[in-house]
């Protein structure tokens, strides 16, 4: 069982940045691609990023592609997401999601495991 715990949530100004970070439990972390994705208030959840089981390919929703960056690091069983000239449109609940398959997180497709979420918040 894949356990996913994020973290790095908080709230911060327009323009500002923020690092989320997800570790896993699972010792096969390598074998999965991790994602993010995120709920705002009042909306249904959305696919944000997604990278694959080695690093080498990484995707993003049009909203934040150019602002966020998704990275991985292995050997710390972790994933990351930096957020940059972060808006107000960006306060959502941030959720970091694994599944063998890079194509299932991509298209938001039976992904087998989530994280509870980090709340991000953007102020004006």
């Known amino acids: 069982q894949v356990q996913l715990v994020e973290s790095g949530g908080g709230l911060v100004q327009a323009g500002g940045s923020l690092r989320l970070s997800c570790a896993a439990s699972?010792?096969?972390?390598?074998?999965?691609?991790m994602g993010w994705f995120r709920q705002a208030p009042g909306k249904e959840r959305e696919f944000v990023s997604v990278?694959?089981?080695?690093?080498?390919?990484?995707y993003y929703a049009d909203s934040v592609k150019g602002r966020f960056t998704i990275s991985r690091d292995n050997g710390k069983n972790t994933v990351y997401l930096q957020l940059n000239s972060l808006k107000p449109e960006d306060t959502a609940v941030y959720y970091c999601?694994?599944?063998?398959?890079?194509?299932?997180?991509?298209?938001?497709?039976?992904?087998?495991?989530w994280g509870k979420g980090t709340l991000v918040t953007v102020s004006s």
């Open positions: 999601a694994a599944d063998p398959s890079y194509i299932s997180i991509k298209t938001s497709s039976g992904i087998s495991y």
């Open positions: 699972q010792w096969t972390f390598s074998l999965y691609a």
């Open positions: 990278i694959s089981a080695s690093g080498t390919n990484t």
